[in-house]
């Protein structure tokens, strides 16, 4: 039995006919690749229709050390930065952290919801979970490293503070 | 009695994961690419040839602190048991898009070759 979609979000039956020219070279579909697609994944590049067909391309998300208690074991220290594309790939180039793998998994939630942010036309960026710990606890916490989260535009690395980031959206 | 090896120490090998499969991947993630990582588990971007998705790199995250585990164990870093992983998209079958598989390995950087177990102790 077909699952009942609320009207706003993607449709069983949508072929996402105006973003298939992008979709199909950038993950090698074929029609019919694009038409097994779930209504959830479907959603996921829906947010196209809300924050324009380049959206992914126009932000990044930067990790900024906050604290790290003696300079963690990986040499983690405050003020670095880890500079992320919207796909979720680490951006070298931008980024003077070490790449640690303890400080930058719990950053994928944050991914999780810029996708499922940008599909109701929000800002991808969390009004609620700014902030990323890194799970080596040490002694009680004490050489735990933090890290706050923002979105900036990619070209000016302005920061991206508006709720609504397409205006014809509201 | 001090043991000579004939590899680099373990602090100075790698753990790579390659790439055994995959298809569809949004960051176009190719079969025989790598993610390169320190024993601290510090991604090495110079090393690695695969483009550095998180949604790989995070699912290595468990077995990273596997691999220090079993080095605090005396034992090879690498599992019998557990060496292949996947990322977390859960591919265009099932309710996601693509889906990318490593296996994960110790590499000597000096030689390039894959670490072998060796005996506990030396």
């Known amino acids: 039995m077909p699952r009942e979609i609320d009207p706003f979000y993607v449709q069983a039956d949508d072929k996402l006919e105006d ?4 979709l199909k070279p950038a993950l090698e579909f074929t029609d ?22 380049d959206w992914l391309d126009r932000y990044e998300v930067v990790l900024k050390i906050t604290r790290s208690p003696d300079g963690c074991g990986c040499g983690v220290r405050v003020g670095q930065q880890i500079v992320f594309d919207m796909r979720h790939k680490v951006k070298p180039a931008l980024s003077d952290a070490p790449l640690c793998v303890h400080l930058m998994s719990p950053a994928l939630s944050l991914f999780y919801m810029t996708f499922d942010r940008a599909a109701e036309g929000l800002n991808p960026m969390t009004c609620v979970w700014r902030y990323i710990e890194c799970p080596m606890t040490g002694h009680h916490g004490e050489l735990k490293a933090l890290a706050e989260v923002s979105l900036r535009t990619t070209d000016t690395h302005e920061p991206v503070f508006k709720r609504w980031l397409n205006e014809e959206a509201q | 009695m001090s043991v000579k090896l004939d590899r680099s120490t373990l602090e100075a090998c790698e753990l790579h994961a390659t790439v055994t499969r995959a298809f ?32 790989m790199i995070a699912k290595l995250h ?39 598989y490593v296996q994960l390995s110790l590499v000597d950087p000096t030689s390039g070759a894959t670490v072998q177990a060796w005996p506990v102790g030396q």
Do not use: W
């Open chain 1, 19 to 22: 973003m298939a020219d992008v």
């Open chain 1, 32 to 53: 019919a690749d694009l038409e097994r697609l779930s209504p959830e994944a479907k959603n996921l590049f829906a947010g196209r229709r809300r924050l324009g067909i």
């Open chain 2, 24 to 55: 569809h991947c949004a960051n176009k993630i190719r079969e025989g690419q790598t993610f390169v990582f320190d024993m601290k588990g510090r991604l090495l971007a110079d090393k690695s040839t695969a483009h550095l998705c998180l949604g």
């Open chain 2, 62 to 100: 468990p077995a990273i602190l596997m691999a220090q585990d079993r080095i605090a164990s005396g034992l090879h870093p690498i599992s019998p048991s557990f060496n292949t992983f996947d990322c977390y998209d859960t591919g265009i079958d099932h309710g996601g898009t693509g889906k990318v």
